[in-house]
């Protein structure tokens, strides 16, 4: 017990020290929009409760110089710097990068917009904060960086980390599970694009609540379902998982399109990018799903005893940490 009790301690510990708006990714974005034939606009955003926001600035392009002061305003909690380049030559195999991303916990955006040519979108990271601007550019860029957007999004944004983790130890069997997660995924790719397209709106705040409510509500059903199995037989979220999936996926959408606000998504490449961060999501689902399923696997075929302890134990961690994010985002 002693052994279930510090992995419980470690577990809370773990995502204890996280944001608790854990949903939340806040990447930078920069935006390189071209005007005439030598002059830019350029947009940076950063959150302002960030070190870059507070600190950093936009490397340009070699060719190019600053026009005029640089503009700055607060808008929600972001910083917003705006830039006006001229640039006599092409910015086609320039560099252009964030000061200060190297020292960052977060990944930045990059979006150039040339007049007669296609718009190419960049990815910056801490190991690589300035990045060379190509000189031909497909839709696929668009589609590679949100893809992976959506995927470190669904195993870096814990809460929907959480409940996927807890259908897997609500459910058994791997196709029930993927078929689960599956409805999930449907779910909040529907309030997200009608979100995103400005068809759907609710605020923030309660959205937040209710989907660590919901991840409560998981945790209470693995620990009722592992007690009340023998006596009562399958309970309802689990002979109908898709549907308590489906339910909450809707709401975990909204969250989902608030991160996905933060980002910013490439105006001439809406639906593709809105697609392939779906996808993305969904891979990362199946990513957590398949790690998780192995741990058990490993656990049961090792130390079967010890499998309904842990399952036990993990279900209380989550249910803490959820009920934490709860009380903190009612309270903010």
């Known amino acids: ?30 935006e390189l ?25 936009i490397i340009i392009p070699e060719s190019c110089s600053l026009v005029g002061d640089a503009e700055r305003r607060f808008v929600a909690s972001n910083i917003l710097t705006f830039h006006t380049l001229n640039c006599p030559d092409s910015v086609a195999g320039q560099s252009i990068g964030l000061k200060g991303l190297e020292l960052a916990t977060t990944d930045a955006l990059v979006r150039i917009a040339p007049l007669d040519e296609e718009t190419q979108t960049l990815r910056l990271t801490p190991d690589t904060p300035v990045a060379t601007i190509a000189r031909e550019e497909a839709i696929a860029n668009v589609a590679w960086t949100y893809t992976i957007i959506g995927i470190e999004h669904i195993v870096l944004g814990f809460d929907h980390l959480l409940f996927v983790l807890a259908l897997v130890l609500l459910l058994k069997g791997g196709w029930l599970v993927a078929k ?9 790719s529907i309030t997200l694009i009608g979100s995103t397209l400005g068809y759907l709106s609710l605020p923030s705040q309660p959205v937040e609540a209710i989907i660590a409510l919901s991840i409560v509500f998981l945790a209470v ?33 909204f969250g989902f399109a608030g991160a996905l606000a933060e980002i910013g998504l490439p105006q001439d490449d809406v639906p593709m990018a809105l697609l392939t961060f779906n996808l993305g999501v969904e ?50």
């Open 1 to 30: 017990m002693r052994i279930f009790l510090t992995a419980i301690a470690c577990f809370i510990g773990l995502f204890w020290a996280t944001d608790a708006h854990a949903d939340e990714l806040r990447p930078a974005y920069v």
């Open 33 to 57: 929009n071209q005007i005439s034939q030598s002059e830019w606009s350029v947009l940076w955003k950063a959150s302002a409760r960030s070190r870059l926001g507070r600190t950093g600035d």
């Open 180 to 188: 689960t997660v599956t409805a999930f995924t449907i779910a909040h």
């Open 221 to 253: 059903e693995i620990v009722k379902a592992q007690r009340d199995h023998d006596t009562h037989g399958p309970r309802l979220s689990e002979r109908f998982p898709w549907i308590v999936a489906f339910l909450f996926g809707l709401l975990h959408g």
């Open 283 to 332: 891979i990362g689902q199946l990513m957590i799903v398949a790690v998780a399923f192995a741990l058990l696997a490993f656990v049961r075929r090792f130390q079967q005893s010890w499998l309904q302890p842990i399952k036990t134990a993990t279900s209380y961690a989550i249910g803490i940490i959820a009920t934490y994010w709860f009380v903190e985002r009612m309270i903010a």
